[in-house]
């Protein structure tokens, strides 16, 4: 039964969790099974497999963790690091607020770069930092690629450049918790030693399943890491997969026929048009905030995020408030403002299984909610400049051509 039940389908636009196809609810539709016998190894060597795809690495080894996105930091960072040990770690919005928080946790001593929210990631300070550290002293840089809270991207390419140029051994651990599966991310031409993500994001699942990636070199630094782990010791997972059975405990199953689901619609569109879809839903998204003479809370193009886009709104109005209505009224739910731009963003989430015009029925909602808050916007014209460009950039449909 439906809780505060209302009619047609929930406009679910917060940045994750987001709808699931209908392909992978029917594929998770099913009884529970034994996770020892053979089929269940033989689905999850094909997901071990196929979610380095999307990771972009042939070299990395792939953990799917029955946990979230937080526990999958929990993991990349115990797993590689001893307390103690200093990181350098960019504050950038609230989910990098919590990383870091839970790198403070666990006893490690972390350097933090702090920008503006709105602002990415201060890269001359980290670079600034390499040059001054010739006792290599660092031993991770900790940086969320996709902040969710502001809708900023940072620049993953020019960390591994900066490192590189410093010949600096630190280790590069990455949230990409809101961009792998949405946002270009490649694992092994970047030189990730730890990535992440969460089941409920891009790959459109439902929340429970942290997936993280570790490169050769993170695997080398978990034999001498010294952080207390249990649940999310790499090396239980290693000996099952060694062992062929792969499961240190017991997995969803559902999750994993899920996952297989997920992975094959991603393969049937094809990666790279997932990572084009999502450009075009971030650019119409955006074009929509500019024609409504409302500012984007990312500070420049060059961070640009095309998973969310946080809309900063008028000092009189509470973005709460407009949260608040969509809900109530037209059935949408958006993003609200988190901590320090709480009341004064809301979020419009553009990522996973979404198509263009489901995006335009949000705008279309965002725009009315937007009048009933009192601000002067022209009914459609949001809607206008969106579909003006998307008219002109949405491809066939490769299966109907
Ligand atoms: C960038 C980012 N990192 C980490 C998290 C935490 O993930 P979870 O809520 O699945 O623990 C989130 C959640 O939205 C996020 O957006």
Same mark, same amino acid.
């Given at each position: 039964?439906?809780?505060?039940?209302?009619?047609?389908?929930?406009?679910? %636009?917060?940045?994750?969790?987001v709808?699931?196809?209908?392909?992978?609810?029917?594929?998770?539709?099913?009884?529970?099974e034994?996770y020892?016998?053979?089929?269940?190894?033989?689905?999850?060597?094909?997901?071990?497999?196929?979610?380095?795809?999307?990771?972009?690495?042939?070299?990395?080894?792939?953990?799917?963790?029955?946990?979230?996105?937080t526990?999958?930091?929990?993991?990349?960072?115990?797993?590689?690091?001893?307390?103690?040990?200093?990181?350098?770690? %960019?504050?950038?919005?609230?989910?990098?607020?919590?990383?870091?928080?839970?790198?403070?946790?666990?006893?490690?001593?972390?350097d933090?770069?702090?920008?503006?929210?709105?602002?990415?990631?201060?890269?001359?300070?980290?670079?600034?930092?390499?040059?001054?550290?010739?006792?290599?002293?660092?031993?991770?840089?900790?940086?969320v690629?996709?902040?969710?809270?502001?809708?900023?991207?940072?620049?993953l390419?020019?960390?591994?450049?900066?490192?590189?140029?410093?010949r600096?051994?630190?280790?590069?651990?990455?949230?990409?918790?809101?961009?792998?599966?949405?946002?270009?991310?490649?694992?092994?031409?970047?030189g990730?030693d730890?990535?992440?993500?969460?089941s409920?994001?891009?790959?459109?699942?439902p929340?429970?399943?942290?997936?993280?990636?570790?490169?050769?070199?993170?695997?080398?630094?978990?034999?001498?890491?010294?952080?207390?782990?249990?649940?999310?010791?790499?090396?239980?997972?290693?000996?099952?997969?060694?062992?062929g059975?792969?499961?240190?405990?017991?997995?969803?199953?559902?999750?994993?026929?899920?996952?297989?689901?997920?992975?094959?619609?991603? %393969?049937?569109?094809?990666?790279?048009?997932?990572?084009?879809?999502?450009?075009?839903?971030?650019?119409?998204?955006?074009?929509?905030?500019?024609?409504?003479?409302l500012?984007?809370?990312?500070?420049?193009?060059?961070?640009?995020s095309?998973?969310?886009?946080?809309?900063?709104?008028?000092?009189?109005?509470?973005?709460?408030?407009?949260?608040?209505?969509?809900?109530?009224?037209?059935?949408l739910?958006?993003?609200?403002?988190?901590?320090?731009?709480?009341?004064?963003?809301?979020?419009?989430?553009?990522?996973?299984?979404?198509?263009?015009?489901?995006?335009?029925?949000?705008?279309?909602?965002?725009?009315?909610?937007?009048?009933?808050?009192?601000?002067?916007?022209?009914?459609?014209?949001?809607?206008?400049?969106?579909?003006?460009?998307?008219?002109?950039?949405?491809?066939?449909?490769?299966?109907?051509?």
């Amino acid at each position: 039964m439906d809780y505060m039940y209302a009619p047609g389908k929930n406009h679910l %636009f917060v940045p994750g969790p987001v709808h699931i196809p209908d392909q992978v609810i029917r594929a998770m539709n099913r009884n529970n099974e034994d996770y020892r016998s053979p089929a269940v190894p033989a689905l999850t060597k094909t997901l071990l497999e196929d979610i380095k795809k999307i990771f972009k690495t042939t070299s990395g080894t792939p953990f799917l963790i029955p946990t979230t996105g937080t526990g999958a930091w929990e993991s990349a960072l115990t797993n590689t690091l001893s307390p103690g040990d200093r990181i350098i770690s %960019f504050l950038i919005g609230q989910f990098s607020l919590l990383w870091i928080d839970q790198q403070q946790r666990l006893n490690f001593n972390v350097d933090v770069v702090e920008s503006d929210w709105g602002e990415g990631a201060k890269l001359d300070v980290l670079a600034s930092k390499l040059a001054a550290d010739t006792a290599h002293t660092i031993k991770a840089i900790c940086i969320v690629h996709n902040e969710t809270a502001t809708g900023v991207t940072n620049n993953l390419s020019k960390v591994r450049k900066l490192l590189d140029e410093y010949r600096h051994p630190a280790l590069f651990l990455v949230d990409g918790v809101s961009s792998i599966c949405a946002i270009d991310f490649r694992m092994d031409e970047w030189g990730i030693d730890v990535a992440l993500t969460g089941s409920q994001k891009a790959l459109s699942l439902p929340t429970g399943m942290g997936i993280v990636c570790a490169s050769p070199k993170a695997l080398e630094a978990s034999k001498t890491a010294k952080s207390v782990r249990v649940f999310f010791d790499w090396k239980d997972y290693i000996k099952f997969y060694n062992l062929g059975t792969f499961w240190p405990y017991t997995p969803s199953i559902q999750l994993l026929y899920g996952l297989r689901a997920a992975l094959d619609l991603i %393969f049937e569109e094809g990666l790279e048009n997932v990572i084009e879809r999502h450009r075009r839903l971030g650019k119409a998204t955006r074009l929509a905030v500019e024609a409504w003479g409302l500012k984007n809370c990312t500070q420049k193009e060059e961070w640009f995020s095309d998973t969310v886009t946080a809309v900063i709104v008028p000092s009189h109005i509470n973005s709460s408030e407009i949260v608040r209505r969509a809900w109530q009224r037209y059935n949408l739910s958006l993003g609200l403002g988190l901590n320090k731009v709480a009341g004064k963003v809301f979020r419009i989430g553009h990522l996973g299984h979404l198509n263009e015009l489901q995006l335009l029925g949000c705008l279309a909602g965002v725009e009315m909610i937007l009048k009933d808050v009192g601000y002067p916007v022209k009914l459609g014209s949001g809607v206008a400049a969106a579909s003006a460009y998307l008219q002109n950039n949405i491809p066939m449909i490769p299966s109907r051509i």
